[in-house]
């Protein structure tokens, strides 16, 4: 229990950061999710495209503290592995 004024705002604010790092972590996931899913289809214009989505939004998420630097470069490598693969 919150037991002053500047405690109870910073309370508030936390739960307002929360809803917008859920919606920004869900959107991301959403982006890479089309791009496993194109990959796994085997066309390859349709991985290249869902991956040229995915990556800007990857780092879009680095940029404002949701995803760690690494972790974003990892999977944009191994996506991008993946779809290059593709014949």
């Given amino acids: 229990m919150a037991n002053t004024p500047q ?7 936390n739960d307002r950061r929360a809803a917008i790092n859920k919606a920004r972590l869900s959107r991301i996931r959403t982006f890479v999710k089309k791009a496993e899913s194109a990959i796994e289809s085997g066309v ?16 879009r998420g680095v940029s404002k503290g949701v995803v760690h630097k690494n972790t974003a470069s990892r999977k944009i490598s191994r996506l991008t592995k993946r779809a290059a693969a593709l014949a």
Avoid: G, Y
Avoid at 7 to 13: D, G, S
Avoid at 47 to 54: I, R, S
């Fill in 7 to 13: 405690a109870e705002k910073r309370i508030r604010r």
């Fill in 44 to 59: 390859k214009a349709d991985a290249l495209a869902a991956l040229a989505a995915a990556t800007p939004e990857l780092m």
